[in-house]
């Protein structure tokens, strides 16, 4: 029998679904300056939304860059307190060629929704937000307590949240929080994430003579600053992939047998894996599964490489400058500043001569996040994914970076459940951005029933 939210999400749905369209309609891009006024404006949307929706003291509130916006509805004593995150703001758009639409012009086709944003994150945060309406406007009440707070800054590694969330800890206390910023293993197969990888990044700049030079007047008399890039960026790998920036994995968590066994049962097609990257072989640290080594293991990759003439046909030059963007994931215990410093002591001490080295770290990173297995609220997380797809849920960790799970973890002292319904597919940060229509139903019951028994 369907209970009273899930009819009155079903009668609303058309509505619900045209709000949705008009929420990706705004160009909320966090890293480009010039839309930064689309960012507010999203937050002014989501303000308006929530109130919509029968939350209370909902609120846009500063905090030195992209603002947040604060909701709350506290009327079941004696029931938790759950605090909903999720993001408004998105990634750029470029290139802009390889999309088959606009990117803020959202289209549905072949059950799907097309646009910037779509999964990533606005489709899968505002989930919870016609949840709770359903359940008010049905029940009265919701089944415990919940805030919210929706930031629009995730997409540059949430740099001003840390200071919000150690200054509001009172206004934002709860028993655990729900990331509604997240995904599932696939279409017909739920996953409980464990943990989420923390980031942090160094760029990197090689100067050479002070202008480019012909190279057959100076060629093999004067360092060639892309010679030395080279060298430098060889140095932080060996031939297998592994990291060899001294230090860098001393603080590394190791992985447990359980945990490698919970990995192990998830069943892994190479082929598949390769036809998906179009990839022509696997590649990595020895002695570590893929799934470890994409969520369990840390890494550095180097992001961009420029230098030189790179215009069509020949230009024989001795190049002035080169330049590199490096970025590190990391894993439980590895902390982003010190890892920078290694990285950063390592380009230096592997310069060779003839050149002058400049590597800065990024102002902002993120720290690694790991839950344990046993949590309460994990485990009704687990029931709900295994009632609802019919199927257990696999036991993951992701690859990617949700920087507010380890801060409400330091700050607010409570564990993040991820809970989104978002796929690996779906092109997130990629031209063509969709969110299944099916994955988008499945998350408003999933977080009826969620709710619900979290309540009990």
Same mark, same amino acid.
């Given at each position: ?63 030195? @860059?992209?603002?947040? !916006?604060?909701?709350?509805? $506290?009327?079941?004593? %004696?029931?938790?307190?759950? &605090?909903?995150? #999720? ?107 464990? @943990?989420?990888?923390? !980031?942090?990044?160094?760029? $990197?700049?090689?100067? %050479?003579?002070?202008?480019? &030079?012909?190279? #057959? ?240």
């Amino acid at each position: 029998m369907m209970a009273d939210w899930e009819t009155y999400l079903k009668e609303n749905k058309k509505r619900l679904l045209n709000e949705l369209l008009e929420f990706l309609r705004i160009p909320s891009i966090s890293a480009l300056p010039a839309h930064a006024p689309d960012v507010h404006r999203a937050a002014r949307w989501v303000e308006n939304r929530m109130r919509a929706a029968g939350i209370e003291s909902v609120r846009v509130l500063p905090t030195g @860059g992209h603002p947040v !916006v604060y909701g709350e509805w $506290l009327h079941a004593p %004696g029931k938790p307190t759950v &605090l909903v995150y #999720g993001h408004f703001d998105t990634q750029p758009v470029d290139p802009l060629a390889l999309w088959d639409s606009p990117p803020f012009e959202p289209v549905i086709k072949e059950g799907r929704i097309y646009g910037r944003g779509s999964t990533d994150d606005k489709g899968n945060m505002f989930i919870p937000i016609i949840v709770a309406e359903a359940l008010v406007r049905t029940g009265g009440n919701l089944p415990l307590n919940l805030k919210f707070l929706f930031e629009g800054e995730e997409e540059i590694a949430s740099p001003h949240l840390p200071v919000f969330i150690a200054e509001n800890k009172d206004l934002l206390s709860c028993d655990m929080v729900l990331s509604a910023d997240g995904g599932q293993w696939g279409e017909d197969q739920p996953a409980v994430v464990l @943990g989420t990888r923390g !980031v942090t990044s160094v760029f $990197l700049d090689v100067q %050479g003579p002070d202008h480019d &030079l012909h190279s #057959g007047t100076y060629g093999g008399a004067i360092a060639n600053p892309i010679h030395a890039l080279v060298q430098i960026l060889n140095s932080l790998h060996d031939a297998d992939g592994k990291v060899t920036v001294k230090g860098f994995y001393d603080d590394v968590r190791p992985l447990t047998r359980e945990e490698r066994d919970q990995l192990a049962r998830i069943p892994f097609d190479e082929a598949a894996y390769l036809r998906e990257t179009g990839a022509v072989s696997l590649f990595g640290e020895t002695g570590f599964s893929t799934y470890e080594r994409t969520g369990a293991r840390p890494t550095l990759e180097i992001n961009g490489i420029w230098g030189g003439f790179q215009g069509e046909g020949t230009k024989t030059v001795l190049p002035s400058t080169a330049h590199a963007k490096i970025s590190c994931r990391l894993v439980a215990d590895q902390d982003p500043v010190k890892i920078a410093d290694l990285v950063v002591r390592q380009i230096h001490q592997t310069a060779p001569p003839g050149v002058r080295v400049k590597a800065t770290k990024a102002e902002s990173g993120a720290a690694p996040y790991l839950i344990p297995p046993d949590h309460k609220g994990l485990r009704v997380a687990y029931t709900v994914l295994k009632d609802l797809y019919g199927r257990d849920p696999y036991w993951v960790r992701m690859g990617g970076t949700i920087p507010a799970n380890a801060m409400f973890r330091e700050f607010l002292g409570v564990y993040t459940i991820v809970f989104a319904f978002g796929l690996n597919d779906e092109l997130q940060h990629s031209p063509n951005e969709f969110f299944r229509l099916s994955s988008y139903e499945r998350g408003q019951k999933a977080y009826g029933m969620l709710l619900e028994r979290l309540g009990k």
